[in-house]
């Protein structure tokens, strides 16, 4: 167990100086923070755009914005730029490593295969918590500038939930990475599946039990049409389900070739 | 509709994102130049993408055209 942990502490590590390396805390915190500062900017300027613009002679009538607007700007960046720039940059995180037989050493040496993994995980989950804070925070800035009164109902919640489906996600890559060969193999799979969980949101019965739900269910969160705990079960179920890809993608890793 | 009051209250965002597009711009621009393998395209591709497209030229650069050091 402490040679686990001695492990598993040294490969975390090694995981943060190879993100600091490849760029991957500047582009992260670079995004997210555009990502919080334009949201509640294109809520406020949509209008004034839209009526700059000749639309041959009709007369638009467009509602001031609200702080509705600015946080459903926000999740809807989150959850589409956001989901992109996250598979972008934790795409590679295994099979870089993998393709490039970096591994191979480290794991010969005895270091426990799924002491890697786990690093891995930690790390990324990590990164992604520091980029969602900073967004998180400048959004929530930026929207008490613009609109003065920036209170929602469950707006804490909606944003756990984004975070939550942002960390399963990354288990979905690390899952898929160990599973699948090639450079983007395990960034193809992952793709595949958020897709087809999209796909699979169609069917009322099967909207509880889907992560996706997490991220599709924010402005109703804000607008009070669902309530908190109409999602518990969801948050339940991801958090099942981000332990069940974290133990297969260790399962497999430890019969893979490497 | 652009008045200079208006402009003065979107100071706040207009310089962070200025700075921030600018150090992406620049960082990108120092990689590229300093190394000489891309894992897909080339140089004057990715100058391009790096200048014209911001925030994403950079962020492209970065996650897919990076080669290995």
């Known amino acids: 167990m402490v040679i686990f942990m ?3 502490l040294a490969f975390t590590k090694k995981e943060f100086l190879e993100q600091l390396r490849t760029y991957k805390w500047l582009i992260f915190l670079a995004v997210f923070f555009l990502f919080g500062l334009m949201s509640p900017l294109l809520a406020k300027l949509t209008p004034d755009i839209l009526s700059s613009m000749d639309m041959g002679g009709i007369q638009l009538n467009l509602p001031e914005p609200t702080v509705m607007d600015a946080y ?3 999740f809807k960046n989150m959850t589409q730029m956001g989901v992109v720039v996250v598979l972008l940059v934790f795409g590679s995180i295994l099979s870089n490593e993998l393709i490039k037989g970096t591994l191979v050493n480290i794991l010969a040496k005895g270091m426990s295969r799924t002491a890697v993994l786990l690093s891995k995980y930690t790390a990324a989950v990590i990164l992604w918590s520091a980029g969602f804070l900073l967004s998180a925070a400048t959004n929530y800035g930026y929207t008490v500038y613009l609109f003065k009164n920036a209170s929602v109902p469950n707006l804490m919640f909606s944003m756990f939930c984004l975070w ?5 996600i990354i288990a979905l890559i690390l899952l898929s990475s160990v599973a699948a060969a090639g450079s983007f193999g395990g960034l193809i799979l992952s793709a595949v599946t958020l897709i087809i969980l999209l796909m699979v949101n169609i069917f009322p019965k099967a909207e509880k039990f889907n992560p996706v739900t997490l991220v599709s269910k924010n402005t109703a969160l804000l607008n009070g049409t669902n309530k908190a705990g109409d999602l518990y079960l969801t948050v339940a179920m991801t958090t099942t389900l981000i332990a069940v890809c974290i133990i297969t993608a260790v399962l497999l890793f ?5 | 509709m652009h008045s200079l009051s208006q402009l003065k209250e979107y100071l706040p965002f207009l310089i962070p994102l200025f700075l921030i597009q600018l150090g992406l711009m620049i960082a990108a621009l120092v990689h590229i130049f300093r190394h000489k393998n891309y894992r897909i395209g080339n140089r004057v591709l990715w100058v391009i993408l790096a200048v014209a497209l911001n925030t994403i030229g ?4 970065f996650t897919i055209g990076r080669g290995e050091d």
Do not use: A, M, T, W
């Not at chain 1, 939550?164 to 399963?168: D, E, H, M, P």
């Not at chain 1, 430890?254 to 490497?258: F, G, R, V």
């Open chain 1, 254 to 258: 430890k019969k893979k070739q490497i």
């Open chain 2, 58 to 61: 950079p962020v492209l650069y």
């Open chain 1, 6 to 8: 001695r492990g598993f």
């Open chain 1, 72 to 74: 459903s700007q926000y």
């Open chain 1, 164 to 168: 939550l489906f942002g960390c399963f």
